[in-house]
Protein backbone atom coordinates (compact mmCIF):
# COMPACT_ATOMS: atom_id res chain seq x y z
CA UNK A 1 0.00 0.00 0.00
CA UNK A 2 1.31 3.22 -0.79
CA UNK A 3 0.91 7.05 1.06
CA UNK A 4 -0.03 9.69 -1.07
CA UNK A 5 1.30 12.49 0.26
CA UNK A 6 -1.38 15.31 0.12
CA UNK A 7 -1.01 18.87 1.16
CA UNK A 8 -4.11 20.81 -0.56
CA UNK A 9 -5.76 20.68 3.43
CA UNK A 10 -3.13 22.56 4.72
CA UNK A 11 -3.54 25.51 2.88
CA UNK A 12 -7.02 25.46 4.25
CA UNK A 13 -6.19 25.41 8.09
CA UNK A 14 -2.48 27.74 7.37
CA UNK A 15 -3.83 30.11 9.65
CA UNK A 16 -3.99 27.89 12.53
CA UNK A 17 0.34 27.27 11.62
CA UNK A 18 1.23 31.07 11.19
CA UNK A 19 -1.07 31.95 14.84
CA UNK A 20 0.54 29.03 16.41
CA UNK A 21 4.20 30.13 15.36
CA UNK A 22 3.40 33.94 16.44
CA UNK A 23 2.30 33.01 20.01
CA UNK A 24 5.16 30.32 19.83
CA UNK A 25 7.97 33.15 19.03
CA UNK A 26 6.29 35.60 21.56
CA UNK A 27 6.03 32.82 24.29
CA UNK A 28 10.04 32.22 23.65
CA UNK A 29 10.38 35.90 23.79
CA UNK A 30 8.74 36.92 27.53
CA UNK A 31 10.36 33.59 29.17
CA UNK A 32 13.91 34.49 27.54
CA UNK A 33 13.41 37.99 28.66
CA UNK A 34 11.91 37.02 32.45
CA UNK A 35 14.50 33.96 32.26
CA UNK A 36 17.31 36.81 31.44
CA UNK A 37 16.12 38.47 34.21
CA UNK A 38 16.08 36.24 37.23
CA UNK A 39 19.39 34.22 36.20
CA UNK A 40 21.12 37.80 35.85
CA UNK A 41 19.93 38.64 39.71
CA UNK A 42 19.99 35.17 40.53
CA UNK A 43 23.98 35.06 39.19
CA UNK A 44 24.91 38.26 41.05
CA UNK A 45 22.87 37.60 44.67
CA UNK A 46 25.07 33.95 44.52
CA UNK A 47 28.29 35.76 43.52
CA UNK A 48 28.28 38.29 45.74
CA UNK A 49 26.10 36.71 48.41
CA UNK A 50 26.28 34.78 51.60
CA UNK A 51 26.13 30.82 52.32
CA UNK A 52 22.21 30.90 52.71
CA UNK A 53 21.93 32.79 49.08
CA UNK A 54 24.36 30.96 47.71
CA UNK A 55 22.44 27.79 49.25
CA UNK A 56 18.76 28.69 47.78
CA UNK A 57 19.92 29.60 44.21
CA UNK A 58 21.64 26.45 44.31
CA UNK A 59 18.34 24.77 45.55
CA UNK A 60 16.41 26.52 42.64
CA UNK A 61 18.27 25.93 39.92
CA UNK A 62 18.95 22.06 41.01
CA UNK A 63 15.51 21.73 41.34
CA UNK A 64 14.85 23.34 37.86
CA UNK A 65 17.49 21.31 35.98
CA UNK A 66 16.53 17.72 37.45
CA UNK A 67 12.94 17.68 37.08
CA UNK A 68 11.81 17.32 33.09
CA UNK A 69 10.39 20.45 31.62
CA UNK A 70 6.80 18.33 30.86
CA UNK A 71 6.18 18.05 34.44
CA UNK A 72 7.24 21.05 34.98
CA UNK A 73 4.32 22.41 32.96
CA UNK A 74 1.96 20.03 34.57
CA UNK A 75 3.04 21.15 38.35
CA UNK A 76 2.52 25.32 37.44
CA UNK A 77 -0.62 24.46 35.81
CA UNK A 78 -2.35 21.82 38.04
CA UNK A 79 -0.53 21.55 41.17
CA UNK A 80 0.13 25.55 42.07
CA UNK A 81 -3.59 26.71 41.21
CA UNK A 82 -5.17 23.73 43.19
CA UNK A 83 -2.63 23.80 45.97
CA UNK A 84 -3.08 27.97 46.23
CA UNK A 85 -6.82 27.77 45.62
CA UNK A 86 -6.67 30.23 42.40
CA UNK A 87 -6.81 29.90 38.71
CA UNK A 88 -5.22 31.20 35.67
CA UNK A 89 -4.36 31.15 31.99
CA UNK A 90 -2.89 28.17 30.08
CA UNK A 91 -1.29 30.53 28.74
CA UNK A 92 0.48 32.71 31.59
CA UNK A 93 1.40 29.25 34.02
CA UNK A 94 3.50 28.44 30.37
CA UNK A 95 4.93 31.83 30.66
CA UNK A 96 6.11 31.20 34.33
CA UNK A 97 6.83 27.83 33.70
CA UNK A 98 9.54 28.61 30.96
CA UNK A 99 10.67 32.05 32.63
CA UNK A 100 11.54 29.34 35.79
CA UNK A 101 13.08 27.20 33.39
CA UNK A 102 15.22 29.74 31.62
CA UNK A 103 16.01 31.51 34.64
CA UNK A 104 17.77 28.46 36.20
CA UNK A 105 19.86 27.57 33.18
CA UNK A 106 20.66 31.06 32.57
CA UNK A 107 22.19 31.40 36.28
CA UNK A 108 24.55 28.99 35.65
CA UNK A 109 25.42 31.19 32.09
CA UNK A 110 26.00 34.27 33.96
CA UNK A 111 27.72 33.15 36.44
CA UNK A 112 30.16 32.07 34.63
CA UNK A 113 30.39 34.64 32.76
CA UNK A 114 30.82 36.84 35.70
CA UNK A 115 33.41 34.64 36.60
CA UNK A 116 35.23 35.08 33.59
CA UNK A 117 35.10 38.49 33.54
CA UNK A 118 39.22 39.61 34.48
CA UNK A 119 39.85 40.54 38.06
CA UNK A 120 42.30 43.57 36.92
CA UNK A 121 39.44 44.87 34.78
CA UNK A 122 37.46 44.66 38.14
CA UNK A 123 40.08 46.91 39.88
CA UNK A 124 40.32 49.31 37.05
CA UNK A 125 36.90 50.25 37.37
CA UNK A 126 37.58 50.10 41.50
CA UNK A 127 40.95 52.45 41.25
CA UNK A 128 38.76 55.00 39.42
CA UNK A 129 36.23 55.35 42.53
CA UNK A 130 32.89 53.46 40.72
CA UNK A 131 30.80 52.39 43.15
CA UNK A 132 29.64 48.77 43.67
CA UNK A 133 26.28 48.93 41.69
CA UNK A 134 28.27 50.85 38.71
CA UNK A 135 31.12 48.82 38.93
CA UNK A 136 28.12 45.85 37.84
CA UNK A 137 26.51 48.15 35.18
CA UNK A 138 29.40 49.69 33.75
CA UNK A 139 31.92 47.41 33.44
CA UNK A 140 30.71 43.54 34.90
CA UNK A 141 27.79 43.48 32.71
CA UNK A 142 28.61 44.52 29.37
CA UNK A 143 32.01 42.81 29.73
CA UNK A 144 30.14 39.69 30.69
CA UNK A 145 27.62 40.06 28.14
CA UNK A 146 30.12 40.13 25.38
CA UNK A 147 31.69 36.75 27.14
CA UNK A 148 28.50 35.06 27.69
CA UNK A 149 26.68 35.96 23.73
CA UNK A 150 27.73 33.19 21.92
CA UNK A 151 26.87 30.16 24.58
CA UNK A 152 23.45 32.14 24.72
CA UNK A 153 22.54 31.35 21.51
CA UNK A 154 22.08 27.66 22.07
CA UNK A 155 20.07 28.26 25.52
CA UNK A 156 17.97 30.62 23.49
CA UNK A 157 17.15 27.98 20.16
CA UNK A 158 16.39 25.27 22.98
CA UNK A 159 13.94 27.44 24.79
CA UNK A 160 12.27 28.16 21.96
CA UNK A 161 11.96 24.82 21.05
CA UNK A 162 10.92 24.07 24.20
CA UNK A 163 7.43 26.37 24.22
CA UNK A 164 6.18 23.20 21.90
CA UNK A 165 5.49 21.65 25.42
CA UNK A 166 2.82 23.87 26.12
CA UNK A 167 0.52 22.21 23.41
CA UNK A 168 0.04 20.00 26.53
CA UNK A 169 -2.14 22.42 28.47
CA UNK A 170 -3.86 23.47 25.00
CA UNK A 171 -2.02 26.48 24.56
CA UNK A 172 -2.42 27.28 20.64
CA UNK A 173 0.78 27.74 19.79
CA UNK A 174 2.63 26.22 16.70
CA UNK A 175 2.71 22.36 17.94
CA UNK A 176 -0.61 22.60 19.53
CA UNK A 177 -1.84 23.87 15.84
CA UNK A 178 0.01 21.26 13.69
CA UNK A 179 -1.44 18.56 16.47
CA UNK A 180 -5.04 20.32 15.79
CA UNK A 181 -4.78 19.85 11.89
CA UNK A 182 -3.41 16.64 12.15
CA UNK A 183 -6.49 15.00 14.26
CA UNK A 184 -9.04 17.14 12.01
CA UNK A 185 -7.53 15.66 8.83
CA UNK A 186 -5.61 12.45 9.66
CA UNK A 187 -2.59 14.27 7.56
CA UNK A 188 -0.21 13.41 10.22
CA UNK A 189 3.14 13.51 7.73
CA UNK A 190 2.29 16.53 5.93
CA UNK A 191 1.65 18.66 9.09
CA UNK A 192 5.08 17.38 10.15
CA UNK A 193 6.70 18.11 7.14
CA UNK A 194 5.34 21.56 7.47
CA UNK A 195 5.61 22.70 11.16
CA UNK A 196 8.87 21.07 11.06
CA UNK A 197 10.89 23.48 8.44
CA UNK A 198 8.92 26.64 10.65
CA UNK A 199 10.58 25.68 13.97
CA UNK A 200 13.96 25.69 12.04
CA UNK A 201 13.63 28.83 10.08
CA UNK A 202 12.96 30.45 13.31
CA UNK A 203 15.91 28.91 15.30
CA UNK A 204 18.18 30.10 12.54
CA UNK A 205 16.71 33.42 12.83
CA UNK A 206 17.30 34.10 16.44
CA UNK A 207 20.85 32.44 15.63
CA UNK A 208 21.22 34.78 13.13
CA UNK A 209 20.27 37.69 15.49
CA UNK A 210 22.27 37.31 17.87
CA UNK A 211 25.20 36.84 15.73
CA UNK A 212 24.26 40.20 14.63
CA UNK A 213 24.92 41.68 17.98
CA UNK A 214 27.92 39.57 18.48
CA UNK A 215 29.36 41.25 15.54
CA UNK A 216 27.86 44.99 16.96
CA UNK A 217 28.98 44.58 20.51
CA UNK A 218 32.71 42.70 19.77
CA UNK A 219 35.14 45.27 18.84
CA UNK A 220 37.38 43.56 16.20
CA UNK A 221 40.75 42.31 17.07
CA UNK A 222 43.91 43.64 16.27
CA UNK A 223 45.52 42.11 12.79
CA UNK B 1 60.99 67.22 52.53
CA UNK B 2 58.31 68.73 51.31
CA UNK B 3 54.88 68.40 53.49
CA UNK B 4 53.65 64.49 53.46
CA UNK B 5 50.88 63.63 50.80
CA UNK B 6 51.52 59.95 52.24
CA UNK B 7 52.56 58.56 55.09
CA UNK B 8 52.77 54.55 55.29
CA UNK B 9 53.17 53.78 58.89
CA UNK B 10 54.10 50.14 60.49
CA UNK B 11 52.22 48.54 57.45
CA UNK B 12 51.36 44.95 57.99
CA UNK B 13 49.60 42.28 55.81
CA UNK B 14 49.16 38.95 55.37
CA UNK B 15 47.40 36.30 52.73
CA UNK B 16 46.21 33.37 54.92
CA UNK B 17 49.25 32.63 56.95
CA UNK B 18 51.87 34.12 55.00
CA UNK B 19 53.21 37.85 56.14
CA UNK B 20 53.81 39.80 52.72
CA UNK B 21 54.09 43.16 54.56
CA UNK B 22 55.71 43.37 58.16
CA UNK B 23 55.65 46.44 58.98
CA UNK B 24 56.84 49.31 56.39
CA UNK B 25 57.48 52.50 56.64
CA UNK B 26 57.16 55.19 53.87
CA UNK B 27 56.67 58.81 53.67
CA UNK B 28 56.00 60.22 50.34
CA UNK B 29 56.05 64.20 50.06
CA UNK B 30 53.39 66.43 47.62
CA UNK B 31 54.90 66.46 44.50
CA UNK B 32 57.49 63.48 45.27
CA UNK B 33 58.22 60.56 43.28
CA UNK B 34 59.17 57.47 45.21
CA UNK B 35 60.66 54.48 43.47
CA UNK B 36 59.93 51.12 45.04
CA UNK B 37 62.30 48.78 43.92
CA UNK B 38 62.42 44.83 45.24
CA UNK B 39 62.56 41.21 44.17
CA UNK B 40 59.92 40.18 43.07
CA UNK B 41 57.71 38.39 45.64
CA UNK B 42 58.48 41.10 48.15
CA UNK B 43 55.14 42.83 48.49
CA UNK B 44 56.06 45.91 46.26
CA UNK B 45 52.64 45.38 44.48
CA UNK B 46 50.54 44.48 47.86
CA UNK B 47 52.04 47.80 49.15
CA UNK B 48 50.25 49.48 46.44
CA UNK B 49 46.97 48.00 46.62
CA UNK B 50 47.20 48.60 50.36
CA UNK B 51 47.36 52.21 49.01
CA UNK B 52 44.28 52.80 47.10
CA UNK B 53 42.20 50.14 49.52
CA UNK B 54 42.14 47.21 46.25
CA UNK B 55 43.66 45.48 49.48
CA UNK B 56 42.34 45.55 53.07
CA UNK B 57 45.59 45.98 55.41
CA UNK B 58 45.44 44.08 58.90
CA UNK B 59 47.51 46.52 60.76
CA UNK B 60 49.55 50.23 61.10
CA UNK B 61 48.16 52.93 58.79
CA UNK B 62 47.70 54.41 55.32
CA UNK B 63 47.01 58.19 55.87
CA UNK B 64 46.94 59.88 52.25
CA UNK B 65 45.86 63.83 52.54
CA UNK B 66 45.21 63.11 56.41
CA UNK B 67 42.95 60.53 55.38
CA UNK B 68 43.22 56.85 56.93
CA UNK B 69 42.46 54.92 53.91
CA UNK B 70 40.90 51.57 54.89
CA UNK B 71 39.48 52.13 58.02
CA UNK B 72 37.42 54.96 60.35
CA UNK B 73 37.75 55.94 63.74
CA UNK B 74 40.75 55.10 65.98
CA UNK B 75 41.64 52.99 68.98
CA UNK B 76 38.71 50.83 69.84
CA UNK B 77 36.28 52.77 67.22
CA UNK B 78 38.61 51.72 64.17
CA UNK B 79 36.56 49.98 61.62
CA UNK B 80 36.99 48.58 58.40
CA UNK B 81 35.32 51.33 55.97
CA UNK B 82 32.79 50.41 53.79
CA UNK B 83 33.04 50.07 49.51
CA UNK B 84 30.90 53.68 49.23
CA UNK B 85 33.82 55.26 51.48
CA UNK B 86 36.59 53.60 49.81
CA UNK B 87 35.41 54.00 46.10
CA UNK B 88 35.25 57.65 47.22
CA UNK B 89 38.90 57.53 48.26
CA UNK B 90 39.90 55.69 45.31
CA UNK B 91 38.80 57.92 43.04
CA UNK B 92 41.63 60.75 44.09
CA UNK B 93 43.78 57.88 43.99
CA UNK B 94 45.26 56.84 40.30
CA UNK B 95 46.12 53.79 39.62
CA UNK B 96 47.89 52.09 36.29
CA UNK B 97 48.60 48.44 35.68
CA UNK B 98 50.97 46.00 35.17
CA UNK B 99 48.45 44.38 32.30
CA UNK B 100 46.69 47.96 31.36
CA UNK B 101 43.68 46.59 32.44
CA UNK B 102 41.60 48.79 29.73
CA UNK B 103 37.59 47.99 29.90
CA UNK B 104 37.46 45.94 26.81
CA UNK B 105 34.13 46.64 25.32
CA UNK B 106 34.96 50.66 25.48
CA UNK B 107 37.54 52.72 22.92
CA UNK B 108 39.95 54.98 23.99
CA UNK B 109 38.33 57.77 24.81
CA UNK B 110 35.07 56.36 26.40
CA UNK B 111 38.15 54.13 28.85
CA UNK B 112 39.11 57.60 29.79
CA UNK B 113 35.41 58.85 29.80
CA UNK B 114 33.89 56.85 32.21
CA UNK B 115 35.12 57.54 35.37
CA UNK B 116 34.84 61.33 34.56
CA UNK B 117 30.72 60.74 33.43
CA UNK B 118 30.16 58.21 36.69
CA UNK B 119 32.29 59.26 39.28
CA UNK B 120 33.29 63.16 38.73
CA UNK B 121 29.96 63.98 37.46
CA UNK B 122 31.04 65.38 34.00
CA UNK B 123 28.65 66.12 31.79
CA UNK B 124 29.29 63.58 28.02
CA UNK B 125 30.80 66.85 26.69
CA UNK B 126 32.73 67.59 28.89
CA UNK B 127 34.08 64.49 30.04
CA UNK B 128 34.71 64.15 26.15
CA UNK B 129 36.97 67.35 26.14
CA UNK B 130 38.92 66.35 29.02
CA UNK B 131 39.12 63.01 27.76
CA UNK B 132 40.65 63.70 24.54
CA UNK B 133 43.26 66.47 26.04
CA UNK B 134 44.53 63.72 27.97
CA UNK B 135 44.80 61.28 24.61
CA UNK B 136 46.61 63.84 23.01
CA UNK B 137 49.06 64.82 25.92
CA UNK B 138 49.90 60.66 25.77
CA UNK B 139 50.15 61.15 21.91
CA UNK B 140 46.93 59.17 21.28
CA UNK B 141 45.03 61.76 19.77
CA UNK B 142 44.43 59.36 16.65
CA UNK B 143 43.28 56.32 18.45
CA UNK B 144 40.67 57.86 20.60
CA UNK B 145 38.05 55.33 18.84
CA UNK B 146 40.20 52.31 18.85
CA UNK B 147 39.22 49.88 20.99
CA UNK B 148 42.11 48.26 23.13
CA UNK B 149 42.12 45.14 21.25
CA UNK B 150 43.35 47.40 18.32
CA UNK B 151 45.72 49.24 20.25
CA UNK B 152 49.57 48.10 20.83
CA UNK B 153 50.52 47.45 24.46
CA UNK B 154 52.44 51.04 24.94
CA UNK B 155 49.26 52.69 23.21
CA UNK B 156 46.87 50.76 25.59
CA UNK B 157 49.34 51.25 28.27
CA UNK B 158 49.33 55.17 27.70
CA UNK B 159 45.73 54.92 27.75
CA UNK B 160 45.60 53.68 30.85
CA UNK B 161 47.78 56.33 32.17
CA UNK B 162 45.17 59.04 30.57
CA UNK B 163 42.46 56.85 32.05
CA UNK B 164 44.22 57.50 35.58
CA UNK B 165 45.49 61.17 34.84
CA UNK B 166 42.38 62.35 33.70
CA UNK B 167 40.94 62.21 36.98
CA UNK B 168 43.07 64.60 38.38
CA UNK B 169 44.31 62.24 41.04
CA UNK B 170 46.20 63.42 44.08
CA UNK B 171 48.45 60.47 43.38
CA UNK B 172 49.48 58.23 41.37
CA UNK B 173 50.34 54.68 41.49
CA UNK B 174 51.90 52.91 38.84
CA UNK B 175 52.88 49.03 39.15
CA UNK B 176 55.65 47.75 36.61
CA UNK B 177 54.19 49.51 33.73
CA UNK B 178 56.57 48.27 31.28
CA UNK B 179 57.11 45.13 32.60
CA UNK B 180 54.96 43.63 29.97
CA UNK B 181 55.85 45.61 27.29
CA UNK B 182 58.08 44.91 23.95
CA UNK B 183 61.59 46.64 24.60
CA UNK B 184 60.64 49.01 21.86
CA UNK B 185 57.42 50.18 23.21
CA UNK B 186 58.81 50.87 26.81
CA UNK B 187 60.39 54.52 26.02
CA UNK B 188 57.29 55.73 24.72
CA UNK B 189 55.43 55.37 28.09
CA UNK B 190 58.24 56.15 29.99
CA UNK B 191 58.79 59.53 28.35
CA UNK B 192 54.60 60.26 29.68
CA UNK B 193 55.68 59.31 32.72
CA UNK B 194 58.70 61.31 32.85
CA UNK B 195 56.95 64.43 31.89
CA UNK B 196 54.19 64.22 34.72
CA UNK B 197 56.80 63.94 37.14
CA UNK B 198 58.41 67.12 36.00
CA UNK B 199 54.79 68.56 36.14
CA UNK B 200 54.64 67.88 39.59
CA UNK B 201 52.29 64.66 39.99
CA UNK B 202 52.97 63.09 42.94
CA UNK B 203 53.79 59.24 42.67
CA UNK B 204 55.11 55.70 43.90
CA UNK B 205 56.76 54.17 41.23
CA UNK B 206 57.26 50.56 41.06
CA UNK B 207 59.72 49.91 38.40
CA UNK B 208 62.98 47.38 37.47
CA UNK B 209 63.73 50.46 34.89
CA UNK B 210 67.01 51.66 36.71
CA UNK B 211 67.89 54.63 34.30
CA UNK B 212 64.33 55.76 34.70
CA UNK B 213 64.28 55.20 38.31
CA UNK B 214 67.70 57.06 38.84
CA UNK B 215 65.95 60.23 36.43
CA UNK B 216 62.96 60.51 38.10
CA UNK B 217 62.81 59.33 41.43
CA UNK B 218 63.61 61.80 43.95
CA UNK B 219 63.92 58.77 46.45
CA UNK B 220 64.36 55.05 45.77
CA UNK B 221 62.98 52.53 48.90
CA UNK B 222 64.40 48.76 48.06
CA UNK B 223 61.92 46.05 49.82
CA UNK B 224 62.92 42.70 50.42
CA UNK B 225 60.65 39.68 52.22
CA UNK B 226 57.77 42.50 52.81
CA UNK B 227 59.98 45.33 54.55
CA UNK B 228 62.07 48.42 53.29
CA UNK B 229 65.25 47.24 54.02
CA UNK B 230 67.01 50.55 52.18
CA UNK B 231 66.12 54.38 51.57
CA UNK B 232 67.68 57.22 49.85
CA UNK B 233 68.73 59.69 47.14
CA UNK B 234 68.41 57.57 44.22
CA UNK B 235 72.25 58.49 43.01
CA UNK B 236 73.65 57.79 45.82
CA UNK B 237 71.84 54.51 46.70
CA UNK B 238 71.70 52.58 43.37
CA UNK B 239 75.22 53.52 43.02
CA UNK B 240 76.36 52.84 46.34
CA UNK B 241 73.83 50.15 48.07
CA UNK B 242 74.61 49.72 51.64
CA UNK B 243 72.96 46.19 52.97
CA UNK B 244 74.30 43.48 51.30
CA UNK B 245 70.93 42.61 49.87
CA UNK B 246 70.19 45.57 48.01
CA UNK B 247 74.00 44.71 46.19
CA UNK B 248 73.04 41.10 45.45
CA UNK B 249 69.89 42.93 44.14
CA UNK B 250 71.10 45.52 41.84
CA UNK B 251 73.96 42.75 40.51
CA UNK B 252 71.57 40.52 39.53
CA UNK B 253 69.77 43.14 37.78
CA UNK B 254 72.61 44.30 35.42
CA UNK B 255 73.24 40.38 34.22
CA UNK B 256 70.58 40.91 32.38
N1 LIG C 1 45.89 37.66 46.50
C1 LIG C 1 46.94 36.99 47.02
N2 LIG C 1 46.72 35.85 47.71
C2 LIG C 1 47.76 35.18 48.26
N3 LIG C 1 49.04 35.55 48.17
C3 LIG C 1 49.32 36.67 47.50
C4 LIG C 1 48.28 37.45 46.89
N4 LIG C 1 48.85 38.51 46.28
C5 LIG C 1 50.18 38.40 46.51
N5 LIG C 1 50.46 37.30 47.24
C6 LIG C 1 51.80 36.88 47.70
O1 LIG C 1 52.38 37.96 48.36
C7 LIG C 1 53.77 38.04 48.08
C8 LIG C 1 54.11 39.44 47.59
O2 LIG C 1 53.53 39.61 46.32
P1 LIG C 1 53.55 40.99 45.55
O3 LIG C 1 53.05 42.05 46.42
O4 LIG C 1 52.84 40.76 44.26
O5 LIG C 1 55.09 41.19 45.30
P2 LIG C 1 55.85 42.00 44.18
O6 LIG C 1 54.90 42.95 43.55
O7 LIG C 1 56.97 42.68 44.91
O8 LIG C 1 56.39 40.99 43.22
C9 LIG C 1 54.07 36.96 47.10
O9 LIG C 1 54.63 35.87 47.80
C10 LIG C 1 52.73 36.59 46.54
O10 LIG C 1 52.69 35.24 46.19
MG1 LIG D 1 54.32 43.11 41.52
Known amino acids: ?47 GGGRLTRWLVAAYVEFIRNVPLLLLVYLVFYGIPSA ?25 VFRAGLDAVPKGVVDAGKAIGLTPWQRLAHVRFPVMLRIVLPALSNTFISLFKDTSLASVIAVPELTYGANWIKTNTFRAVEVWIVTAPMYLITGWAILAALRGLERALIPRRRA | MAEALVSIRNLKKSFGRTRVLDGVDIDVGKGEAVVLIGASGSGKTTLLRCVNALERYDDGSIRVDGVEVGFRGEGAERRPRGERELSAIRADIGMVFQLFNLFPHLNARENVMLGLQKVRGLTKAEARERADHWLAQVGLADRAENYPSELSGGQQQRVGIARAVAMEPKLL ?21 RRLAADGMTMIVVTHEMIFARDVGTRVVFMDGGVKVEEGAPRDLLVNPRSERLKAFLSRLEMH
Open chain 1, 84 to 108: GGFAYGATESFVVTLSLYAGAHLVE
Open chain 2, 173 to 193: LLDEITSALDPELVGEVLAVV
Open chain 1, 1 to 47: MQYHLNFNFIWRYSEKLWSGLLLSIELALVSILIGCLIGFALAVAYN
